[in-house]
């Protein structure tokens, strides 16, 4: 048996066309833009990369995006200024600060100081606990794109034995809600979790998201099983290159599995999609007007 591989950049594109499609409606029923608003400090390499592909997909949807980019010697209140700025901004649905941030910022401080309603990363412990409760909150994208993977292979995740591996705020524990919400039943491991092969073996559904490159290995997959790798790790390759791996060994995995992400093409492209997607949803809310059929 070879897996199904799971291609994340078809079905992110996919979704972003449905986003342009309801961009578009939203301006002409309502002269509704959704705006996002990217804050970089300093000058990390990967973040500038990342937050460039932000801009650039917004804008290829149909949104209004804004980029500030702070030197690395800017001060926690300047940078909560500009928060408190974007905040009252009504051009401004959607309001990220990309992480890490310097030394001499509380990263806690800043995210608090994001308006929920604009906390399209949903890291404010007010989306955390609206999550967690059951209400309808912004929940983290690569959390929603998971989920969107998940169900381009099963019509419905109800019943099924899910396996989260990794605990983060940022990643763990909301994927394990939002598989809560789907009616799955739902285990989290984390490095204290004794016997992890073991339970890695008894699940449906197996979403790995620890940041240690090809943790989990092919036999302690089920066989058949959904393979969801959101782990993104560089490692030594011939000729003293790099290369990208997951938290899955995929060459083993793919004899086992039934469906399974790759490393990079898989969860990443998912990420900025339902980014997009958490600022229509948050523009909508702001605006009091349901969101558009294409992602309701």
């Known amino acids: 048996m070879t897996a199904r591989i799971i291609d994340g950049k ?3 594109a996919a979704l972003r066309g449905k986003i342009a499609v309801a961009t578009a409606a939203l301006a002409q029923a309502h002269g509704l833009v959704p705006g996002l608003a990217v804050v970089l400090v300093g000058h990390d390499p990967a ?3 990342y937050v460039r592909g932000k801009a650039k997909q917004t804008v290829e949807a149909g949104m209004h995006s804004v980029e500030h980019h702070l030197p690395e010697t800017t001060s926690e209140a300047e940078l909560l200024d500009l928060i408190a700025a974007l905040n009252v901004d009504p051009a401004v649905h959607g309001v990220l600060v990309q992480l890490p941030v310097p030394p001499q910022i509380n990263a806690h401080k800043v995210l608090e100081a994001i308006d929920p309603k604009k ?3 949903g890291f404010h412990p007010l989306n955390a606990g609206w999550l967690a409760t059951g209400h309808p909150a912004l929940v983290p994208s690569t959390a929603v794109g998971c ?16 396996l989260m591996v990794g605990r983060s705020n940022v990643v763990g524990k909301p994927l394990a809600q939002e598989l809560l919400a789907e009616n799955a039943t739902v285990t989290i491991a984390h490095s204290h979790t004794r016997d992890l ?17 090809q943790l989990v290995r092919g036999d302690w997959i089920k066989p058949g099983a959904t393979v969801i790798d959101i782990g993104i790790n560089r490692i030594g390759a011939d000729g003293g290159k790099s290369r990208i791996v997951g938290d899955v060994a995929f060459a083993e995995a793919l004899g086992v599995a039934g469906a399974i992400t790759p490393v990079p093409g898989g969860v990443g492209p998912m990420t900025i999609a339902c980014l997009l997607l958490n600022t229509v949803r948050a523009a909508c ?11 309701n």
């Open 10 to 12: 078809a079905i992110a």
């Open 47 to 49: 973040s500038e990369v």
């Open 119 to 121: 906390d399209v990363d």
């Open 147 to 162: 989920i969107i993977l998940a169900k381009s292979v099963h019509a419905s995740l109800e019943g099924m034995s899910a």
């Open 197 to 213: 092969p073991a339970l890695c073996r008894q699940a449906d559904l197996l979403f790995v998201a620890v940041g240690r490159p």
């Open 285 to 295: 809310g702001i605006a009091g007007v349901p969101v558009p059929a294409p992602l």
